[in-house]
């Protein structure tokens, strides 16, 4: 559910008005609802309760810091990938222990800088990986908490750039050399074996790929207790799927997850960490636009926005769909028309939908994409000289502004003419 909700004939976020945001911030923009995110959220810790358990807000799905301090002061975790993705989660007042950092990159410099920080654990993906961790922990005279994640070979039945458990994805070691890795990690210094982590994929639409991976885990676990290795924590990943299509059938909800969670490990005494992001930021959040042009085409009528893929970059990149509604619902009962809904940038691909069908709109009209707060804002790009568009978080019956509109003087003032030109 979100708290996206029609009151008279007029779109409301929480208790504000989405014209009203208009009217004062500009379109196009994003708005978050903190109502939603705080719900989704707790969803999540209720469904793995009486486990010992973390819930760490996957950042790079939304990484705002007023959205991360707000999740944060609720008691979640952060998940991060990147330096600069801790730097956000300690700004926002998340404390080290619970940051967990994942990702196949990681440099020595990020190394440091979570270690004299405070860091959770480090989810670590290669052996290359785990040799770098250890020199910079001992050459620091500390010691880094380490998962390793494993590479359950499961196909997750999702978009083939976003699945992340199969042989042939980047990411993890593959399972069937576990107890080799981990023999290496035992003996090396400045490391600290704590557990293990497997993720398989994002927009998982069904139960049965999360249950084939962690009954492995299950059976990974008890294997390497029996080798002398301390297991004590599971970091499961995230990846549940949002309903995009209000039409289709709905993703399976936390609570079932929970429950399968509790079902293939709960026995195992260790304490679960999950990294959920799209499920809890999707639905949280609205890209509004408003309409430039209705264009008549030989084949098709445009539906011209100023919003463009530099801003929401999923239907281009993935083919992805969201649903599109009208800030103002219409009075009248005519029926609905069908347009390819674009944007102003110079790209075919430039495209949020095509034969979508719509109530009528005119020049001026502003319309939102729904679920658009995961993988929107972070995706987005300057393309074009298109500034990025702001970020408004509405609580209740008051709204902010969390990142506002560069002017064109900021960006042109980020290049620099050499003296030689």
């Not at 993720?199 to 207790?225: C, M, N, W």
């Not at 490990?265 to 949280?284: A, D, Y």
């Amino acid at each position: 559910m979100d708290h996206f909700l029609y009151r008279n004939g007029t779109l409301h976020a929480e208790d504000v008005a989405v014209a009203d945001i208009a009217a004062q911030v500009g379109t196009p923009f994003y708005v978050y609802s903190a109502a939603t995110l705080a719900r989704h959220y707790t969803l999540f810790t209720e469904a793995l309760s009486p486990l010992p358990h973390l819930v760490c807000f996957a950042i790079k799905s939304l990484s705002n810091v007023a959205v991360l301090k707000l999740l944060g002061d609720l008691g979640a975790g952060m998940d991060v990938v990147s330096g600069g993705e801790y730097r956000r989660a300690v700004a926002a007042g998340v404390p080290g222990d619970r940051i967990v950092f994942s990702g196949v990159g990681k440099t020595r410099e990020e190394m440091r800088l979570a270690l004299e920080g405070g860091i959770r654990q480090f989810n670590v993906e290669s052996e290359p990986e785990l040799r770098a961790l250890s020199e910079v922990a001992s050459s620091m005279g500390t010691t880094a908490p380490i998962t390793i994640r494993v590479n359950p070979d499961v196909d997750a039945r999702t978009h083939e750039k976003i699945a992340t458990g199969k042989k042939d994805n980047k990411f993890g070691i593959p399972i069937s050399r576990a107890s080799e890795v981990y023999a290496e990690a035992a003996k090396l210094p400045g490391l600290q074996v704590i557990g293990i982590d497997v993720h398989i994929g994002s927009q998982l639409t069904e139960l049965e790929p999360f249950e084939q991976a962690y009954k492995k885990v299950a059976d990974l676990t008890l294997r390497l207790r029996s080798e002398g290795h301390t297991i004590s924590r599971l970091d499961l990943g995230g990846g549940l799927g949002i309903p995009y299509e209000r039409s289709n059938s709905a993703p399976p909800l936390p609570h079932d997850y929970g429950a399968l969670i509790k079902r293939t490990v709960g026995h195992l005494g260790c304490e679960i960490e999950i990294e959920p992001g799209r499920l809890i930021s999707g639905n949280s959040g609205l890209l509004v636009s408003k309409v430039i042009y209705v264009k008549s085409g030989e084949i098709s009528d445009f539906l011209i926005v100023d919003a463009a893929m530099n801003d929401l970059v999923r239907p281009s990149m993935y083919g992805a769909h969201h649903d599109i509604i009208p800030v103002t619902e219409s009075k009248a009962a005519t029926e609905a028309h069908t347009y390819d809904v674009v944007g102003p940038v110079c790209e075919t691909g430039d495209t949020f939908a095509k034969a979508r069908p719509l109530a009528p709109l005119a020049e001026d009209d502003l319309i939102a994409f729904r679920s658009a707060g995961a993988y929107g804002a972070v995706m987005a790009s300057e393309y074009n000289t298109r500034p990025l568009i702001p970020e408004v978080l509405v609580k209740d019956d008051q709204f902010a502004v969390i990142r506002a509109r560069p002017s064109y003087e900021e960006i042109l003032n980020r290049d620099t003419i050499p003296l030689w030109l």
